[in-house]
């Protein structure tokens, strides 16, 4: 198979430039190691509702999803934060209006991220996608190898994986610029995200917004992710443990985080409609083993130097982390192939 652009990555900045690409009748081809599409945009469903695993959140003020959301269909509502605050102190007890872990003012996208990327991948030619297609070696002829052996070539690639995650394909020529695509940190990396579903939120109903802080853990940072119109009540928080202690506790972690919302929010959260406990640090296609160390801060992403032009623009990088701006949110996500986009257009 030939193409002019095969897109290898179906997460956001992938689907976001295949579907650039298509409005402009450009021909494309996009590739998905996983049987899924949303790369690291991921939902726990139940019934009709769908519980954000990955990225949450976008914010007043940037423009390219706020102009995306209504041409899909979609729309963005407030994160819930109204209420009280609540913090586990290391010995257990909770405080009111301690700590400061809420995310007034966060926007949040109705129906769940996916309903974004599902929006995305129902508008493509579904005979321009492949799944459950891993590439493994690139050539600069341009054309990209499978892991099963099937070879496709293309007048250009484009790379819309996490850097790191690109660094582990093999190239050809090999590339000098491997070490700067394993010094980017994978946004999310090292993260692991722990939800737990009710009937209904009820700690709303005593005055509680959903967020609170723990020195306990192991869940440090807890939010409300309940659905737009309450029909079912989430709480989600983020894993404190290193990624290297999760993997060794393994189930153990979900105990506890259940054990935790008990003690922070009552007997109620003892009892959830189903919970789950996504590491990102263990998904493969989106982790290396360099993301079990997260870094101290948010990274700097821009696109470095010498990624900006190989092969004569016939390899192409974009991710949230090699974003114009905004690098690690949804909205670098977008911008990386708007970029892109106008680089092939």
């Known amino acids: ?30 590739l998905d190691a996983r049987r899924r599409l949303g790369g690291r945009i991921k939902s726990l469903i139940v019934g009709d509702v769908a ?125 000098p610029q491997i070490a700067t695509l394993k010094s980017i940190p994978t946004w999310m990396g090292a993260h692991a995200k722990f939800v737990a579903v009710y009937g209904t939120p009820f700690w709303r109903d005593a005055g509680l917004s959903g967020d609170a802080s723990s020195r306990r853990g192991p869940m440090v940072e807890i939010h409300d992710a309940s659905p737009e119109d309450g029909t079912f009540g989430a709480l989600f928080g983020f894993v404190g443990l290193p990624a290297h202690v999760r993997a060794q506790v393994g189930d153990q972690v979900q105990h506890a985080a259940l054990t935790q919302l008990t003690n922070i929010f009552g007997a109620a959260a003892s009892k959830p409609l189903t919970s789950h406990l996504e590491d990102w640090s263990a998904a493969a296609f989106t982790s290396t083993a360099a993301d079990a160390t997260p870094p101290t801060g948010h990274p700097p ?22 974003a114009p701006d905004n690098g690690g949110l949804i909205e670098g996500a977008l911008a990386a192939a708007e970029h892109t986009a106008r680089k092939i257009l």
Do not use: C
Request: hydrophobic share 45%; aromatic share 6%; net charge negative.
């Open 51 to 175: 519980v954000d695993l990955g990225p949450s959140w976008i914010w007043p003020g940037q423009e390219r999803i706020a102009a995306l959301l209504p041409e899909l269909g979609l729309h963005a509502f407030e994160q819930h934060a109204q209420g009280t605050q609540l913090y586990e102190q290391a010995s257990g007890e909770v405080m009111q209006n301690a700590g400061f872990m809420s995310m007034a003012g966060a926007l949040r996208i109705g129906g769940g991220t996916s309903a974004l990327t599902d929006a995305l991948a129902a508008r493509l030619d579904p005979s321009r996608m492949t799944m459950n297609a891993q590439a493994a070696h690139i050539s600069d002829a341009p054309s990209a190898t499978l892991a099963d052996g099937r070879t496709i070539t293309a007048d250009r690639i484009v790379l819309a994986l996490p850097p790191r995650v690109a660094a582990d394909l093999t190239y050809a020529p090999v590339l």
């Open 1 to 30: 198979m030939h193409t002019q652009t095969l897109i290898i990555g179906g997460g956001l900045s992938g689907l976001s430039l295949a579907y650039r690409l298509q409005q402009a009748d450009h021909d494309y081809h996009l």
């Open 301 to 322: 992403y821009q696109m470095p130097a010498p990624l900006s032009r190989v092969w004569n623009d016939k390899l192409i990088f974009t991710s949230t982390e090699m």
